[in-house]
Structures are given as C-alpha cells and as structure tokens.
C-alpha cells in the first residue's frame, strides 16, 4: 500500500517552504529564473593563504620627558580561515602591572572583505587576572586586557592598538625586547624607539641576522628604527628552539651596573625569617656532607613553597618580602629563588639568587635584564667556581653550569670550566631462567651536562631504580655500588632481578631495549613544519648481553640499523656470539644545531629507527611446556 501525506501535512510543508522563500531577499524573486553568473563564495569557506597573517605590526617606545616610557603596538592581521578565528585569533591578551603601569586599549576594528569597518563595542574589551597569578596571593593585583575581535568572517582584517605607560623608576634604565617573528608569517614588522639625544644606548639581535637600524631626529628625539619584511611564521611547534628571534636594546652603561642593580632589587626582599632558616637547620643536620646539606636544604624549600609560574620580567625582577612570601606559602621562581639562596647562607653557604637568559643573549654586548627570566640559586663552591641549581627541582637533570647561557648570566663569580663531552653508557650482563627470571649486574656511566651529579648524591637508590625498571622488564635493584660521583662525572654498578614479561598472543616474549635516560626531541613532522629544529647534544648507548636457559630461542634480534647523516648517526642490532650469549646494542649521537623547517628530514631519518618498536625490541621464544608425566598404573580424569 501507498504512503503519502495528508493533505494537511502537505499544505503546511508547503506554507513553510513559501514563508521560508519571502524571509531570504532575492531567494523568492529569483525561484525559477537563471543563476547569476558568479556565485557566491560559501558561507563557511576560507580563502587562500595561511591561516592568518600580519599585514603589519609595528611596536614603538618614546622615553618622554618626566622618564616614563610609552609602548605603543599597531598591528594589522588577517584571519583567512575560521580555525584562526575561533582558537587562535578571536582575542588578544596583553598583561600589565598596575603596581607600575597603565594600559589603555586605542583601537580594536575589524575591516571586512567587502570594505566595511566593524567598530568594537565597549564591552569587547574585559579585564581579569592572568592565570600564572591565580593562586599567588602576593601577585593577586597583576591585570590582563582580553581584547575580543567582532565581525570576524575568512579575510577580514584586525586593525588593532594598545598602549601600555611604564612609570618613571620601574626601571633604572631604559630598555626593551621585542619578537621579530610570531605565530603567523609577518609581512612587515617595524620596531620604533625614540629617546633623548646623547642618550647611550647599544642593541642586539638574537637568532636572527643583525639588522642596521634607520636613525633620525623628530621632534628632538633621536630615532631607532629597524624595519623587517616578509619574517616566516615562528608557532610553537615541538622541537622548536626554546628561544625565538628577538631584538633588545638597553641605555644601562654596563653589565656590572646590571648585575649590581639586580643585586640591590633581591636584597630589598629582606633576608629569610626565622622559620626558613629553621628548617634549614634541620634538613641540613641529618644530611651529612657539604653536597647532600646543601641539597636538602633546596630540596626542604621547594618542598614548602608552591610555585606560581611569574616569569622575573613581570615582576620586574623585584621579589616581594621573603617572610611574607614564606608565609603565604606560594613563591614566582625568583623568590623562591632568593628564599633558597637565603635558607643556604643561614647555614653557612655562599649562595644567592641570579638569572640567566637563553642562548644567543650577552651582556656584555647589550647589558639588558629583558630576556633575563630563568631564576636559579648560584652557590660558590671553593675554588671550584660557581654552581647553578633550579631552586624549583634541584635534583633533577644534570649540572645546570655546564648548560646555560655563560654570557648572559648574574652570577657572582666564574663558572667551572665546561666540561668535556662524554657518552652515557648503560652496559647490562645477565641470565634468563627457564621461568623467565633475569639476574643482572647493570653498569651506569654519565658524563658533562647529562651527569645525574644532584639526584646521586641526595638519592641514589631512585636513580639506580629508575634505571633498572627502563633496562630490565620488572627491574629491581637488589645491590647498589656507586663507583664514581663527580659534578660532571658518575658512575654506579647495581645488581637487578626481574622477570620476562608473559608471552603475547603469538607465544612471542618481547624485551624492549629501550635506550639510556635521554632527552630525545620529538620527531618533526614530515609536512606543515614552520618553527626551525633543535637538534640537541645527545651521545647515549645501551649493551645488553644476555645468557638464555636451555629451552629459550631467538625469533627476532632487533632490526639492524645504520643511519649517518650531517646530525648525527644511530647504529642498532643484535647478533648470536659463539659462546651462544646474545649482544644487543644501540647508539645515537646527535651534534647540536639548528636546523631550518623545511629541512627536517635528517632528524626523521635518525628519530624513525631509534624509536620503532622493531628497532629495539629482542623477540624471545619460551620453552614448550614438556607433556605430565603419568605414573604406570595410575588413574587419570578425563
């Protein structure tokens, strides 16, 4: 039988469709006719080019008269997708300190593509508190302008411009920093600074090719102005340089005034209160020894204090009170850098708070605090020079002195000369049982910036055990012998027992021969890569040889491999020796540079092998389980 709609039905889906018609202008008197012969762009489509773009940014600083310091940024970006314009770019945050500032928004429009301007209402700008200040009573008063964009559609243009007024004293001196590149590409980016004539003033760029400024006189002001076209886009992709390319310019006279004015900033923050130094006795009476005293009192502070993550630039590099930081419990890193340094003197060590900034800053060339914004706690030990430890996880990772910027650092003397460059080497001897049960001897040694010297000397059980659990299935240390501990050298035999992993499906026991604890990047994609690549210094092998009980068989040695490249090389497999023992190895070496985005190919090509699971992996057969032995005689169920 038929189905078709009642005539009621029918009438109202009809009414619908007319009314539907007469509510879309020009949809009705079109119906029947010709399609015009453009169409439309669809509603939802974006147009060609990247995401977004900067058509221009343009920052520009004038010392005024009275000493305070106007920063001024125009920019022009055009959102050509509709990703750009709900995750990326429908707002701007720019932070400010009212303790210091003032910050006013001068303009926020957006032009379409068809030539009409969207003013924002007064409403699309709110002001809220920064995230990093949240939970940081101390900090509770640092603001954040979210400036919204309105009438966003793919090609429409932001036209948009802040004003931030620094005080007359926040700093000594005048000075800036400044991205050249950013998120998206940037056609043309101009930095502007206008200062009082005769004013000394020096400038650097960082990971970027030294640009010579234009310079001129107005209004009498001298003028700076550096002029970058057509920059590529810089996002924040992994693997990506920690640093992007920047300009700095300072008028302080030297980097010892520096260092001394920082110097005087930390110690207007007071010296520690009775309760630190308290507890700083106290970690430090049960830890026998210079180095683990002093690594339990780090360890005690960070301990006590959370950390908000208010980078010093902020907080112009002035802490806040150390006795109220202790008690409001919640410190940035440069007071927790300062209260550790000061819970280290109250038990007699010379230690205070510094800061360093990344590679490619000097100041000795360009003495600025901008970029200056990892705090550490720098303890001078004899003659040894100085040590630099991360007041947040002091025992974590290697010597922080044999890895940070020598040029761009406040600490109070020479550093140690930098260390040679060793391999770290994990070599493990050991036997399988019938059941599966592995005993070991593991043999550890590290050398330079990858030297767990901290995390040795305060707990070399958790190191030896992290280790073991990585290298050997089921791994546990059952005797430790650390035979060499030095700042930039160690060394530690253990014996480990654990136990093969239960066969998988196919009967097959897998072992991962993993690698040595290595910060290995992670692999850059194959296409749409737009940040450079870090290749970092790694130099890290791994032997594993090993004496199966009768039964036991090889189904797979991991996969042989030999990459070279301009990076590094990566060697790995497996063979049978003649006494019947099986040898596993592997090795990667990369030598530190920055390679270009669209020449990622070298680091997938040593990253690819040395993580595939076939690469690292020794394939095991278990024994055949032998069939009951029955008794003559005896009775058996079926």
């Given at each position: 039988?038929?189905?078709?709609?009642?005539?009621?039905?029918?009438?109202?889906?009809?009414?619908?469709?007319a009314?539907?018609?007469?509510a879309?202008?020009?949809?009705?008197?079109?119906?029947?006719?010709?399609?015009?012969a453009?169409?439309?762009?669809?509603?939802?489509?974006?147009?060609?080019?990247?995401?977004?773009?900067?058509?221009?940014?343009?920052?520009?600083?004038?010392?005024?008269?009275?000493?305070?310091?106007?920063?001024?940024?125009?920019?022009?970006?055009?959102?050509?997708?509709?990703?750009?314009?709900?995750?990326t770019?429908?707002?701007?945050?720019?932070?400010?300190?009212?303790e210091?500032?003032?910050?006013e928004?001068?303009?926020?429009?957006?032009?379409?593509?068809?030539?009409?301007?969207?003013?924002?209402?007064?409403?699309?700008?709110?002001?809220?508190?920064?995230?990093?200040?949240?939970?940081?009573?101390?900090?509770?008063?640092?603001?954040?302008?979210?400036?919204?964009?309105?009438?966003?559609?793919?090609?429409a243009?932001?036209?948009?411009?802040?004003?931030?007024?620094?005080?007359h004293?926040?700093?000594?001196?005048f000075?800036?920093?400044?991205?050249?590149?950013?998120?998206?590409?940037?056609?043309?980016?101009?930095?502007?600074?206008?200062?009082?004539?005769?004013?000394?003033?020096?400038?650097?760029?960082?990971?970027?090719?030294?640009?010579?400024?234009?310079?001129?006189?107005?209004?009498?002001?001298?003028?700076?102005?550096?002029?970058?076209?057509?920059?590529?886009?810089?996002?924040?992709?992994?693997?990506?340089?920690?640093?992007?390319?920047?300009?700095?310019?300072?008028?302080?006279?030297?980097?010892?005034?520096?260092?001394?004015?920082?110097?005087?900033?930390?110690?207007?923050?007071?010296?520690?209160?009775?309760?630190?130094?308290?507890?700083?006795?106290?970690?430090?009476?049960?830890?026998?020894?210079?180095?683990?005293?002093?690594?339990?009192?780090?360890?005690?502070?960070?301990?006590?204090l959370?950390?908000?993550?208010?980078?010093?630039?902020?907080?112009?590099?002035?802490?806040?009170?150390?006795?109220?930081?202790?008690?409001?419990?919640?410190?940035?890193?440069l007071?927790?850098?300062?209260?550790?340094?000061?819970?280290?003197?109250g038990?007699?060590?010379?230690?205070?708070?510094?800061?360093?900034?990344?590679?490619?800053?000097?100041?000795?060339?360009?003495?600025?605090?901008?970029?200056?914004?990892?705090?550490?706690?720098?303890?001078?030990?004899g003659?040894?020079?100085?040590?630099?430890?991360?007041?947040?996880?002091?025992?974590?990772?290697?010597?922080?002195?044999?890895?940070v910027?020598?040029?761009?650092?406040?600490?109070?003397?020479?550093?140690?000369?930098?260390?040679?460059?060793?391999?770290?080497?994990?070599?493990?001897?050991?036997?399988?049982?019938?059941?599966?049960?592995?005993?070991?001897?593991?043999?550890?040694e590290?050398?330079?910036?990858?030297?767990?010297?901290?995390?040795?000397?305060?707990?070399?059980?958790?190191?030896?055990?992290?280790?073991?659990?990585?290298?050997?299935?089921?791994?546990?240390?059952?005797?430790?012998?650390v035979?060499?501990?030095?700042?930039?050298?160690?060394?530690?035999?253990?014996?480990?027992?654990?136990?093969?992993?239960?066969?998988?499906?196919?009967?097959?026991?897998?072992?991962?021969?993993?690698?040595?604890?290595?910060?290995?990047?992670?692999?850059?994609?194959?296409?749409?890569?737009?940040?450079?690549?870090?290749?970092?210094?790694?130099?890290?092998?791994?032997?594993?040889?090993?004496?199966?009980?009768p039964?036991?068989?090889?189904?797979?040695?991991?996969?042989?491999?030999?990459?070279?490249?301009?990076?590094?090389?990566?060697?790995?497999?497996?063979?049978?020796?003649?006494?019947?023992?099986?040898?596993?190895?592997?090795?990667?070496?990369?030598?530190?540079?920055?390679?270009?985005?669209?020449?990622?190919?070298?680091?997938?090509?040593?990253?690819?092998?040395w993580?595939?699971?076939?690469?690292?992996?020794?394939?095991?057969?278990?024994?055949?389980?032998?069939?009951?032995?029955?008794?003559?005689?005896?009775?058996?169920?079926?």
């Amino acid at each position: 039988m038929s189905v078709r709609p009642s005539w009621p039905r029918a009438f109202l889906l009809a009414g619908t469709a007319a009314a539907a018609a007469a509510a879309v202008p020009g949809w009705a008197a079109n119906a029947g006719s010709a399609a015009p012969a453009v169409a439309p762009r669809p509603a939802f489509a974006g147009v060609p080019g990247p995401d977004a773009e900067y058509l221009s940014v343009t920052d520009r600083y004038t010392v005024r008269a009275d000493g305070a310091v106007v920063h001024e940024r125009e920019s022009r970006l055009q959102v050509n997708s509709f990703l750009a314009i709900s995750r990326t770019y429908g707002e701007t945050k720019v932070g400010w300190n009212p303790e210091t500032e003032t910050c006013e928004v001068v303009a926020d429009r957006t032009v379409l593509p068809s030539g009409a301007v969207v003013e924002a209402p007064a409403n699309a700008v709110v002001d809220d508190q920064p995230p990093e200040a949240e939970r940081d009573p101390l900090w509770s008063g640092l603001r954040r302008k979210v400036i919204v964009h309105t009438g966003l559609e793919p090609g429409a243009v932001i036209e948009e411009s802040w004003r931030i007024t620094r005080a007359h004293g926040a700093t000594p001196w005048f000075e800036f920093s400044e991205p050249i590149a950013f998120g998206p590409p940037v056609r043309v980016r101009v930095v502007e600074v206008e200062l009082p004539p005769g004013t000394r003033f020096v400038w650097e760029t960082v990971a970027w090719p030294a640009v010579e400024p234009t310079r001129e006189s107005r209004e009498g002001q001298e003028v700076w102005r550096w002029r970058f076209e057509n920059v590529p886009a810089r996002p924040a992709q992994p693997g990506a340089p920690a640093q992007g390319p920047v300009i700095v310019g300072s008028a302080c006279s030297s980097a010892q005034a520096l260092r001394a004015e920082l110097d005087a900033r930390i110690a207007k923050a007071g010296e520690a209160p009775e309760e630190v130094l308290a507890a700083a006795r106290t970690a430090g009476a049960a830890s026998p020894g210079d180095e683990t005293r002093l690594l339990a009192v780090l360890d005690a502070v960070a301990g006590r204090l959370a950390v908000a993550p208010i980078v010093p630039s902020v907080q112009h590099w002035r802490p806040r009170p150390l006795a109220e930081v202790w008690r409001a419990g919640v410190a940035t890193p440069l007071e927790l850098a300062a209260v550790a340094a000061a819970a280290l003197r109250g038990v007699g060590f010379a230690a205070t708070a510094a800061v360093v900034a990344p590679e490619g800053y000097s100041l000795e060339h360009c003495p600025a605090l901008a970029g200056l914004d990892r705090a550490v706690v720098a303890v001078t030990w004899g003659d040894d020079g100085v040590r630099l430890y991360d007041p947040a996880a002091p025992l974590e990772g290697g010597p922080l002195e044999a890895a940070v910027n020598r040029l761009a650092l406040t600490a109070p003397g020479p550093l140690p000369a930098a260390p040679p460059a060793r391999p770290t080497a994990l070599r493990i001897v050991g036997t399988v049982a019938s059941d599966g049960a592995i005993k070991a001897t593991l043999e550890f040694e590290a050398g330079g910036a990858g030297t767990p010297h901290a995390a040795l000397v305060r707990d070399p059980d958790r190191v030896a055990a992290d280790i073991a659990r990585a290298a050997v299935p089921g791994g546990k240390v059952t005797r430790l012998r650390v035979t060499g501990l030095g700042r930039t050298h160690a060394s530690f035999t253990a014996s480990v027992e654990g136990a093969l992993p239960a066969a998988d499906v196919l009967g097959l026991v897998r072992w991962e021969v993993a690698g040595v604890p290595a910060a290995l990047p992670p692999p850059p994609v194959a296409s749409g890569r737009l940040s450079p690549i870090a290749v970092p210094a790694i130099d890290a092998a791994i032997e594993l040889t090993v004496t199966l009980a009768p039964g036991w068989s090889v189904a797979a040695f991991p996969a042989a491999t030999r990459v070279s490249n301009e990076i590094g090389t990566v060697v790995a497999g497996g063979r049978r020796l003649a006494d019947g023992r099986l040898e596993i190895g592997r090795r990667i070496e990369m030598r530190p540079r920055v390679l270009p985005a669209e020449a990622s190919a070298p680091m997938r090509a040593l990253l690819a092998p040395w993580l595939a699971p076939a690469g690292r992996e020794l394939v095991l057969r278990p024994p055949t389980a032998a069939p009951a032995r029955v008794t003559p005689g005896a009775r058996t169920s079926t």
